[in-house]
């Protein structure tokens, strides 16, 4: 899946191309549900008009901008333009109806799906190291790993369905990991404690 999504340029998505994929998946419902995606861009990012033509406006040129965005996520394949016709016109109308709706297509949602879960793991990060500081803060610079899992959860509990879910992401080996990075010392509790403690630097 991994060389899928290579392949289709996600290492090479700019940040308004991911924001569209990360929009898209909100209201993939079923997957493949046509979406009237402009509505949730003009909300999430404030391109508004007043009465003078878009061409004289600021906002016109990021409107511009979102409409390259989404070229470029159909040329990757990531979404696909559906066509949904308005009671009593057709696709031939001279009004331009049609293809104003997209959707995320089967590796797009993967894609999508892939980037929330990167979105999620870096404000978990987030937490982490909001954690430390306020350990710093609190001059308490000698912690186990027990102790600053006792502090995430207060920090980052809504983010997880269950104590249960944020023991096995939070699990030992990857907060230790992680513990390293702030870290300039691990040594043993106690010579009968085996227990790792962190020296954190100042």
Not at 181 to 202: G, I, Q
Request: glycine fraction near 6%.
């Amino acid at each position: 899946m991994l060389t899928q999504e290579k392949s289709h340029g996600l290492t090479k998505l700019g940040w308004r191309e991911k924001s569209i994929l990360l929009l898209m998946l909100k209201s993939d419902n079923p997957p493949g549900k046509p979406n009237p995606i402009w509505f949730d861009i003009y909300n999430e990012f404030g391109i508004n008009y007043n009465a003078l033509p878009k061409k004289y406006q600021p906002k016109f040129r990021e409107e511009r901008k979102f409409r390259l965005s989404i070229h470029r996520l159909t040329k990757k394949g990531l979404v696909r333009p559906v066509s949904v016709v308005p009671e009593g016109c057709s696709l031939q109308d001279p009004r331009g109806y049609g293809y104003i709706f997209y959707s995320l297509t089967r590796i797009g949602r993967v894609v999508a799906e892939k980037l929330q879960g990167e979105e999620k793991a870096s404000k978990i990060q987030e937490d982490l190291e909001r954690a430390v500081k306020q350990l710093r803060r609190l001059k308490i610079l000698q912690v186990t790993i027990s102790q600053v899992r006792e502090l995430l959860w207060q920090q980052s509990h809504n983010k997880f369905p269950s104590r249960a879910e944020f023991n096995r992401y939070w699990n030992n080996t990857k907060l230790g990991l992680m513990l390293k990075k702030y870290a300039f010392e691990r040594t043993r509790v106690s010579m009968k404690d085996s227990r790792r403690k962190y020296l954190l630097e100042t």
